[in-house]
């Protein structure tokens, strides 16, 4: 369920990585494709869990690169194990499969791209391990694995899987970055540059949110929303 994962890992240099469930990723993928195909112009690998036969030939139509495991529900067995494991399970394929030369971007699928970064913004995104700072928080939401760190990204795997079968907590993905990574160098992303991590309620904080270079409305309120770009713009 954590190792065993179905499917072909990227081969790219770099490459954009984001992971969800059935649900999320019908509701949010054309979205995030659309975005960052058009604005990113990298490859992107998707780690679905509990697909649908569907959904895995989307993505053959798609040629997106993907893998993908079946729950065991005997392993999760914690309240939050099943959310903790959609968070937390793309930093676990990541460091398992990860190979020694490749650049991962980290995506949350619910994110998006609003427009092109700059040649400096790339060479901030890939000169090392990268994240956004939030509450002294390394930010799961967008972020950069380097090459270099790949033992890291390895133990952070190892740490991941861990607590989602032995703590019944939240957030267990940005737990074990900000334990890993935060005594590490990395580039920092600038808030409100890169992404905002505000909790956007009023019509000024949506404007502000949309300066970035990444989207991603905070609370339940972005959740419900609806999303505008559907199967039909992609296929």
């Known amino acids: ?20 469930d059935e649900k999320y990723f019908n509701k949010y993928f054309p979205r995030f494709y659309k975005t960052f195909t058009e604005h990113w112009q990298l490859p992107i690998h998707v780690h679905l869990i509990d697909p649908s036969e569907k959904s895995l030939q989307r993505l053959k139509n798609l040629r997106v690169s993907h893998t993908y495991c079946k ?24 460091g398992n499969h990860a190979s020694d030369s490749q650049s991962v971007i980290v995506a949350d699928v619910d994110a998006y791209a609003l427009r092109n970064p700059s040649k400096a913004q790339k060479n901030i995104l890939f ?48 737990q074990v970055l900000k334990k890993v990574f935060s005594q590490l160098p990395y580039n920092e992303l600038n808030h409100r540059e890169w992404i905002s991590h505000l909790d956007v309620k009023t019509p000024m904080q949506k404007r502000l949110h949309e300066t970035c270079l990444i989207y991603h409305e905070k609370g339940t309120r972005g959740k419900n929303k609806s999303v505008g770009t559907t199967w039909t713009d992609i296929e």
């Open 1 to 20: 369920m954590f190792e065993d994962v179905l499917g072909g890992w990227s081969t790219n240099d770099k490459v954009i990585l984001t992971s969800c």
């Open 71 to 94: 729950t065991d529900s005997e392993l999760l067995k914690w309240p939050y194990s099943y959310e903790t494991y959609c968070q937390a399970q793309r930093f676990i394929v990541l």
């Open 127 to 174: 000169g090392d391990m990268a994240f956004t700072t939030f509450n002294t928080r390394l930010m799961a939401t967008f972020c950069h694995f380097h090459p270099r760190r790949r033992q890291e990204s390895l133990q952070s795997a190892k740490m991941m899987k861990d607590m989602i079968l032995n703590v019944d907590t939240i957030g267990v993905d940005q």
